[in-house]
């Protein structure tokens, strides 16, 4: 597994937006699945989003696609969570993760295993008050 950086966070108000950043670095260039996970306070880690590289397809947890974007810019080597209309019960702190996954393996199912594994890279805090 690998441990990455993510950074971005902050503290907002209910509606407000961030926008997470998670440097790839080259050596990692054959990661086909990359993620964003998030412990709440005195909670597990949970999966937030994911993309895979192949085909650019992506998966949400619950209700945060509409809210939630997961992209990468390959030219950068960054990840990205753009994440709108934030509410209280978003406040986290985010971890980006990624792995070389057997595509036959969907990226609901790698976050729901890859979330659980641990280890965890650097994290970034989000804060949203109401």
């Known amino acids: 597994q690998v441990e990455l950086v993510a950074s971005g966070g902050g503290s907002v108000q209910a509606g407000g937006s961030l926008r997470l950043s998670c440097a790839t670095p080259?050596?990692?260039?054959?990661?086909?699945?990359w993620g964003w996970f998030r412990q709440p306070p005195g909670k597990e880690h949970e999966g937030v989003a994911a993309?895979?590289?192949?085909?650019?397809?992506?998966y949400f947890v619950d209700n945060r696609k509409g809210r939630f974007t997961i992209s990468r810019d390959d030219k950068k080597r960054m990840l990205y969570l753009q994440m709108d209309n934030l509410q209280p019960d978003d406040s986290a702190v985010y971890y980006c993760?990624?792995?070389?996954?057997?595509?036959?393996?969907?990226?609901?199912?790698?976050?729901?295993?890859?979330?659980?594994?641990?280890?965890w890279g650097q994290g970034t805090q989000v804060t949203v008050s109401s």
């Open positions: 993309i895979e590289t192949t085909g650019g397809n992506t």
């Open positions: 080259t050596h990692l260039r054959h990661k086909n699945y």
């Open positions: 993760a990624a792995d070389e996954v057997v595509e036959s393996v969907s990226l609901e199912a790698w976050l729901e295993g890859r979330k659980v594994e641990g280890s």
